[in-house]
């Protein structure tokens, strides 16, 4: 297999998941199609499968077609599909180090994530973070960061993220909302070859605000904000009335949704493609995607997990990579 750019590093995640199976069916789907390698440990992965250990990032390209590259990483216990075992903790975060490393020092072009189970992480290896997000942040050494979830029909990045709805505009800050906008027009512009970005802002309140009787916020500050985006050079829209903007027709005019908090960005995009929809990280000074669930306890081993979000991730992982090279070419 050629490649235009280096091959995307996909962590294991918990391996008590759906992880490996996921990675599986992955490469039977889209082999041939891009270069990846998987990180974990060969004996996580379903009996009878066909897999090929690799000792660096580069060697995956001369893996047969269909067979999944397997950079090994030995976990110290054994595991038992659906049951999680908080004493690989260690090893699960060591693995997204791993991952990490190889994005920084270029021998993968892009990091894409597996699920990891969060509290585990936290009993057995006192995992100080709320999730990958935080962690990856960390890693980077980078403080700001924002999350998008993206599939072929829209974007969207929430601003306020794992809080309650309660806490939203307290939160919901102008000087957070503008580094959020500043953060991914530019990630759509060197990740995404947009040249030109069009955002839209969702107002915080029913139907904006409508003129302060169903809040202020918008009157307060956010038109203000706005106005001076705009006046920078910045093409965004709103706020606007949140429940006219996700329409076909509305989706349109817009190449990424600023939403206020968490549900106002997920229930929208999980509606209309919710099998497929991939998490973004941007801020980072390397490209992450992850599949948009969890590690699915309940049906690992079981083979009916669908890769379809895990598919749209590694895809929209190595798209990514490779506008990024063709930005930076230019």
């Known amino acids: 297999m050629k490649a235009s750019v280096p091959p995307i590093a996909l962590t294991c995640g918990d391996p008590a998941g759906v ?14 199609e891009l270069p990846f390698f998987w990180i974990g440990d060969a004996k996580h992965l379903p009996r009878g499968s066909r897999y090929e250990i690799i000792s660096s990032p580069a060697q995956c390209l001369g893996v047969p077609r269909g067979t999944l590259p397997v950079l090994e990483h030995v976990f110290p216990h054994e595991v038992t599909p659906g049951t999680g075992d908080a004493r690989n903790s260690a090893a699960v975060i060591d693995v997204i180090k791993r991952g990490v490393e190889l994005v920084q020092t270029g021998q993968a072009s892009a990091l894409c994530t597996s699920p990891i189970h969060k509290k ?6 006192n995992f100080a973070f709320p999730g990958h997000t935080e962690f990856l942040a960390h890693l980077a050494g980078q403080k700001d960061v924002v999350m998008m979830l993206a599939c072929s029909e829209l974007r969207v990045v929430p601003t306020t993220i794992h809080i309650p709805l309660k ?17 991914t027009r530019q990630s759509l512009m060197t990740l995404f070859g947009i040249k030109s970005p069009r955002l839209a802002l969702a107002g915080l309140n029913p139907h904006a605000g409508e003129q302060g009787a169903m809040g202020t ?24 009335p949140p429940d006219t903007m996700f329409h076909a027709r509305a ?10 908090y968490h549900d106002q960005a997920l229930i929208p995009i999980k509606t209309l493609d919710f099998d497929r929809g991939v998490n973004v990280t941007l801020g980072l000074p390397f490209i992450r995607t992850s599949p948009d669930h969890g590690t699915a306890f309940d049906i690992a ?3 009916i997990a669908k890769p379809d979000s895990l598919i749209a991730s590694l895809r929209m992982a190595y798209k990514m990579a490779v506008d990024k090279n063709n930005t930076e070419k230019e």
């Open 251 to 260: 989706r349109s005019a817009y190449d990424v949704a600023i939403c206020a």
């Open 167 to 183: 806490d939203v505009p307290e939160a919901l800050t102008p000087a957070l909302l503008r580094k959020t906008i500043e953060i």
């Open 301 to 303: 081993g079981k083979n």
């Open 120 to 125: 585990l992480l936290k009993d057995g290896a």
């Open 217 to 240: 916020e918008e009157l307060e500050w956010m038109n203000t904000l706005t106005q001076e985006l705009r006046a920078e050079g910045i093409d965004i829209k709103g706020p606007l």
């Open 19 to 32: 992880g490996p199976e996921l990675a599986l069916k992955a490469i039977d789907k889209i082999a041939g």
